[in-house]
């Protein structure tokens, strides 16, 4: 029994399976689908994650299970799944909705779970953090100067366009705006119109717009896009390097032992 037991849990197989029957099952319950029977079937799934995560203690221990990156983040989201078993207990009218709605929340989390059965994930999610290290000064220097143009923009155009200038935070959020090519004639617009639209100070308005625009938005993101992009195929550079050095390696070696045969 405990062997079968064991097999069961342990299977990517089974866990997959169950991972996306309850994703399927918190879909419904967010569209408003939620009955007696989704619910039981929700709680059924929690639990077999509770003792799939029983069982890898047992086989790995507590060391082996907490060690992998990929256990820690199936531990912490079952652990998130516990408070959602207080509905069994508590009746609905007498929670609290602002806890109910944590509670449906955290049943979303789960949905990551199916990310680590995905092929060479492991792999994307390396060079993801080796993009970050390489990139991290660019990006960090780039939302600098967003900040500075934000701050600019909002001491300039408070009164014009309070929409999207009247704040610090306000400034900064349209200046990414314009950087990532969104609203980009709707926020030069409407400051131009407040100046009279056709005069030269308008016209000034709009030039500086799309200097931010040319500079920040197509330039500065094409750059930075570049660079990360680069930084994300350096892994798969460097193996391909490796297996070059190998094949001339290898190349080398067969010329030597043709020439001594020679």
């Not at 709009?206 to 993101?221: E, H, K």
């Amino acid at each position: 029994m405990k062997q079968f037991i064991k097999k069961i849990f342990l299977s990517d197989r089974f866990i997959l399976a169950i991972i996306l029957l309850n994703s399927c099952i918190i879909y419904a319950q967010v569209a408003g689908y939620d009955n007696i029977y989704i619910s039981v079937l929700d709680v059924l799934c929690t639990l077999i994650f509770v003792v799939e995560m029983i069982v890898k203690h047992a086989v790995y221990g507590f060391r082996g299970y907490w060690k992998d990156g990929w256990n820690r983040m199936d531990g912490i989201l079952v652990i998130l799944s516990f408070p959602s078993l207080v509905e069994l207990f508590v009746p609905l009218d007498m929670m609290n909705l602002s806890f109910l709605l944590i509670l449906r929340l955290l049943r979303i989390l789960r949905f990551f779970r199916v990310l680590h059965f995905f092929p060479n994930f492991s792999k994307v999610i390396a060079g993801f953090k080796g993009a970050m290290r390489e990139s991290y000064a660019i990006l960090l220097s780039f939302a600098v100067i967003i900040v500075i143009f934000g701050l600019i923009n909002c001491s300039l155009f408070r009164d014009a366009d309070p929409d999207h200038f009247q704040t610090p935070l306000r400034s900064i959020y349209a200046m990414f705006q314009l950087c990532t090519v969104e609203g980009w004639y709707e926020i030069p617009n409407a400051v131009a119109d407040y100046y009279g639209g056709t005069t030269v100070s308008a016209e000034f308005i709009r030039a500086y717009f799309c200097v931010l625009l040319i500079l920040g938005g197509i330039i500065g993101m094409s750059f930075i896009n570049s660079i990360f992009v680069d930084a994300m195929m350096a892994d798969n550079n460097d193996d391909m390097i490796k297996k070059l050095d190998e094949m001339q390696k290898s190349l080398d070696e067969l010329k030597q032992q043709l020439n001594k045969k020679a």
